[in-house]
Nanobody, 115 residues
């Protein structure tokens, strides 16, 4: 059973930092590209960052470049999203994603950036 479990969300002030984690199980996560998406209220889900199987290649949405860093620890089957200099517009539910025979999603973790 494929499972993706996100954690690490919360309430943070503008300019603050959070690190999200995505624990993968039920498949060999090191064989797959992993991604983080987010969905703000009333908006469509958008791609935030992607990391290749080995972690050697990453891509980011323009809105988070220079502030967010995606990484992975294949020994722990975990993908991370380090978020720095957070802005109110980063407020959203953040989802971990991978594509095997079909897309798989975690349950999401809420990130709220507010003073």
């Amino acid at each position: 059973q494929v499972q993706l479990v996100e954690s690490g969300g919360g309430l943070v002030q503008p300019g603050g930092s959070l690190r999200l984690s995505c624990a993968a199980s039920g498949f060999t996560s090191s064989s797959y590209t992993m991604s983080w998406y987010r969905q703000a209220p009333g908006k469509e889900r958008e791609l935030v960052a992607t990391i290749s199987r080995t972690g050697g290649s990453t891509n980011y949405a323009d809105s988070v470049k220079g502030r967010f860093t995606i990484s992975r620890d294949n020994a722990k089957n975990t993908v991370y999203l380090q978020m720095n200099n957070l802005k109110p517009e980063d407020t959203a539910v953040y989802y971990c994603n991978t594509v095997l025979s079909r897309p798989w999603w975690g349950q999401g973790t809420q990130v709220t950036v507010s003073s």
